[in-house]
């Protein structure tokens, strides 16, 4: 490639670059799987690490019978937590997009604003900012998510799968093949 703007590139050039783009999508697996055990070291003042509380979510889900797809949403929900705390859902439903259904991707791109009828009124916000969404037809989809696996996924006592279990899971879904 010669070119040093885009308006200068060509078919040529681009019939060379988007071969790299599979090869580059065949590491979002292990870059999600990297992004996860980054989570193991932020506690903050939780009585569990962001990952723990991820695994616990997966597992939740998992023992309840949810499918796949559903599970590596509960596992990678939070993934953006290290990243991007205010914003944090916008990272992981970006990563799942590709690859979820619209009611798994609607699920975790809201998540925090349905999480907050937990505990934003300790903090002097609206904890019922969620019923903007009211009228949404993943609104009871996402509500049931967080009232069952994610605000109930913070128990020191609680025995998780470990990261290695939904390994396979990650590789299986974050793995198929899409299209940009």
Known sequence: MKFTSMIE????????????????????????????????????EFPITRLEHSLQTATRAEADGRDEEYILCALLHDIGDVMAPANHPDIAAAILKPFVSEANHWMVAN???????????????DRNTRE?????????????????YDQAAFDPD??????????????KILSRRNSF
Not at 19 to 35: D, I, N, Y
């Open 9 to 44: 590139s060509t078919k040529e050039d681009w019939d060379l670059i988007t071969p790299g783009w599979a090869t580059e999508q065949s590491k979002v697996p292990e870059h999600a799987l990297q992004m996860l055990r980054t989570l193991g070291d932020a506690k903050g």
């Open 132 to 148: 903007k969404f009211r009228g949404s037809e993943y609104f009871e989809y996402t509500e049931e998510f967080c009232f069952k």
């Open 158 to 171: 609680y025995t998780s799968a470990p990261l290695e279990h939904f390994e396979p899971l990650v590789h």
């Open 111 to 125: 998540h925090d604003v349905f999480q907050g009828y937990y505990f934003w009124h300790h903090l002097g916000w």
